[in-house]
């Protein structure tokens, strides 16, 4: 069964960083290009951004809120995809859920509070 | 960005009703819409891609029709798993986007 599972997730104070984790199993992981999405009350769904298979290059995108403080990478051999979050914002404070890029799999997410 | 928006934003119905909610899109994204369902506290879960190809495993209850701006989810006759938020979402560019929701309730 494919499966996708976080964690990582937790409490933050405003500035700080945390990096949360994807752990894939079941599936050729490699050759899957993977998404994160969040998840706030106000906000909805947004996309957080994405990143391809190393063989189609490995190279990654991200939505405007988030360029420059979030950084998507991805370790093939552990099948495990992250997102390192920094200089972290109270508007940061999501369910962060991670999904195949047909997304049709998905994690069933982990919280992350940034608050003082 | 592309914005999504759908409508209603909540939908009172009953067993068996006939249940259509419309999504619309501010600029053409061709067919690359997809329907999500979401219960509260789980992840989003794909019913429809490419705006009315079913999903394997999901009920053919569950249709999607549309294309360019408009876009329509219809559940034929609604089942009580159906309660639920429902969410369209465009993928013609990397960066997706998201309806704001529709929530059936009873």
């Known amino acids: 069964e494919l499966q996708l599972v976080e964690s990582g997730g937790g409490l933050v104070k405003p500035g700080g960083s945390l990096r949360v984790s994807c752990a894939a199993s079941g599936y050729t992981f490699s050759h899957t290009w993977m998404s994160w999405v969040r998840q706030t009350p106000g906000k909805g769904l947004e996309w957080v951004g994405r990143?391809?298979?190393?063989?189609?290059?490995?190279?990654?995108d991200y939505a405007a809120p988030v360029k420059g403080r979030f950084i998507i990478s991805r370790d093939d051999s552990q099948k495990t995809l992250y997102l390192q979050m920094n200089s972290l914002q109270t508007e940061d404070t999501a369910v962060y859920y991670c999904t195949t890029y047909a997304f049709d799999i998905w994690g069933p997410g982990t919280m992350v509070t940034v608050s003082s | 960005d592309i914005q999504m928006t759908q409508s209603p934003s909540t939908l009172s119905a009953s067993v068996g009703d006939r249940v259509t909610i419309t999504c619309r899109a501010s600029q053409s994204v061709n067919n690359w819409v997809a329907w999500h369902q979401q219960k509260p506290g789980t992840a989003p879960k794909l019913l429809i891609y490419k705006a009315s190809s079913l999903q394997s495993g999901v009920p053919s209850r569950f249709s999607g029709s549309g294309s360019g701006t408009e876009f329509t989810l219809t559940i034929s006759s609604l089942q009580p798993d159906d309660f639920a938020t429902y969410y369209c979402q465009q993928y013609n560019t990397y960066s997706w986007t998201f309806g704001q929701g529709t929530k059936v309730e009873i």
């Open positions: 990143i391809k298979s190393k063989n189609d290059g490995g190279t990654t």
